[in-house]
């Protein structure tokens, strides 16, 4: 299985503000998945970040506030735009395994907005 | 549009009572049925997938089983490691690999 790393692991910030949020990759992936988790809801797909595209936002998400980089195989990021509070989430991203039908997380960004 | 639904919400156990969570779900073609556990301020870790009904797979003291409309994880002889949330999702056909989460099941193994 891929290991995967996130930076900040969590963060406290202003409302107004923006964050960036990295995830690393130890091996080459195709695609990269951003998940927001929100308390006590499920784990919701954000978006699907292929290197060399841009990516592929899911309903009720858009690039304006959450705008996402794939600049190579093994990295990505993900900003949080114009914080609010109901911003405050575990941000999670996720990559395939070499057997596509697998899908390996990272620890996840816990962010709480003030 | 693809839904998953899991219960209970949270399962109480002593070490060593068996018991089934369940995952019931609707999806436009199923391509696979993930299963993880999540322990707190963590991610999510892979369990397994389960791709048409019939189908099992093991690990360890857990078992997952698939129908056409749901999936059961079930935990024989639980200890308390095994306290944790475990999670449910699909994946349907067609797109591209995006997992569908229910909210997950709460279980504490206690002595």
């Known amino acids: 299985s891929a290991v995967i790393s996130q930076k900040p692991s969590r963060d406290i910030c202003q409302r107004g503000t923006s964050l960036t949020i990295q995830c690393q990759v130890d091996s080459q992936v195709t695609m990269m998945f951003w998940y927001r988790q929100q308390p006590g809801q499920s784990l919701t797909l954000i978006a699907t970040?292929?290197?060399?595209?841009?990516?592929?936002?899911e309903s009720g998400f858009v690039i304006d506030k959450f705008p996402i980089s794939r600049p190579n195989l093994t990295f990505s990021t993900l900003t949080v735009s114009n914080m609010s509070p109901e911003d405050s989430s575990i941000y999670l991203c996720?990559?395939?395994?070499?057997?596509?039908?697998?899908?390996?997380f990272g620890p996840g960004t816990r962010l709480t907005v003030l | 549009e693809d839904q998953v639904t899991q219960s209970p919400e949270a399962l109480r156990l002593q070490e060593g009572e068996s018991s089934s969570l369940n995952c019931s779900y609707t999806v436009s073609g199923l391509r696979g049925l993930f299963w993880y556990r999540q322990d707190p301020g963590k991610g999510p870790e892979f369990l397994f997938t389960?791709?048409?009904a019939g189908e099992e797979k093991e690990k360890e003291r857990l078992k997952a089983t698939l129908t056409k409309k749901e999936s059961f994880l079930h935990i024989t002889a639980p200890k308390p490691e095994d306290s944790a949330t475990y999670l449910c999702a699909v994946q349907a056909s067609g797109t591209a690999s995006k997992l569908t989460f229910g909210t997950g099941t709460r279980l504490q193994v206690t002595l």
């Open positions: 389960l791709y048409s």
């Open positions: 970040a292929n290197q060399g595209s841009e990516a592929t936002y």
């Open positions: 996720s990559v395939e395994g070499v057997n596509v039908n697998e899908q390996f």
